[in-house]
């Protein structure tokens, strides 16, 4: 019950801010490009791919683009921000004064970052079937075929977002650890660059690199995804002990 009252305090601190405007901005901001890019008749490039049925090529270039770059600066922010609610004008020593246990407070926010990247990512999954009923209509060479494969477009949007909460986890410790904004997201952007190369390595063929949390979700859109099952087991479990072992951190730590 204690959970659940933090948990609305939490969410209650969400309303009009840039944070929560960011659920359905983030994957506009993939959406819209594509749609644009996929409109340029002749030059489409869903014209230079030999399958007849284009809902498969809109997903995984859609999904490509939200999982190696877009998703993860979207976690980066939203860490950042959320955690920045209570460390602006040090509102922390009135949050661990009140009569609730410390760990509440941490688990409340990673609840919020993790639904608001849910949310964000069945956003990105509405608007890859808008792309396609307009590109249906704006690009008569284009061919949707029917039926629409919502099974396959679900799963790998949920294997995408499974796959990607090892890397949210370690950037919502990293947010609340440290006080100052500049550091959550420069770490973000570091690891995101890193986890670019490791997508290219991923490509080249199998390695370790190919487990760097940040690189994991491209993992869906492998042309043989045989070792996913590994990889979704990897995120849930070591991301599971990164959550405990920062609420511990952040239980045991001073707050100034």
């Known amino acids: 019950m204690t959970l659940a009252r933090v948990l609305n305090a939490e969410l209650l601190k969400m309303k009009r801010t840039i944070a929560l405007k960011m659920v359905v901005l983030a994957p506009a901001v993939v959406v819209l490009p594509?749609?644009?890019?996929?409109s340029?008749?002749?030059?489409?490039?869903?014209?230079?791919?030999?399958i007849a049925n284009k809902w498969r090529v809109l997903a995984i270039l859609t999904l490509r683009v939200w999982a190696i770059l877009m998703m993860p600066l979207y976690v980066t922010l939203e860490t950042a921000l959320i955690a920045g609610l209570d460390h602006s004008e040090n509102q922390w020593k009135s949050l661990v004064a009140r009569p609730f246990p410390r760990w509440t407070l941490?688990?409340?926010k990673l609840v919020v970052v993790v639904g608001m990247t849910a949310l964000s990512t069945t956003v990105l999954l509405c608007g890859i079937l808008i792309d396609g009923a307009v590109l249906a209509r704006v690009q008569s060479e284009v061919v949707f075929g029917s039926p629409v494969p919502w099974a396959?477009?679900?799963r790998d949007g949920a294997q995408v977002m499974g796959l990607g909460f090892l890397a949210l986890t370690i950037q919502h410790w990293v947010s609340l650890r440290w006080r100052s904004f500049s550091v959550g997201i420069g770490v973000g952007i570091v690891?995101?660059?890193v986890g670019v190369f490791a997508a290219a390595a991923q490509q080249q063929g199998g390695s370790w690199f190919e487990y760097f949390p940040w690189a994991l979700?491209?993992?869906?859109?492998?042309?043989q995804p045989h070792n996913l099952q590994a990889a979704l087991l990897i995120s849930s479990v070591i991301g599971l002990l990164v959550a405990a072992a920062g609420a511990l951190d952040f239980c045991r730590r001073e707050i100034k």
């Open 34 to 38: 594509i749609l644009f890019v996929g």
């Open 40 to 50: 340029q008749a002749p030059f489409s490039t869903f014209n230079y791919n030999g």
């Open 106 to 108: 941490y688990l409340a």
């Open 152 to 154: 396959a477009i679900l």
């Open 191 to 193: 690891a995101i660059v």
């Open 217 to 223: 979700p491209m993992l869906v859109l492998a042309r």
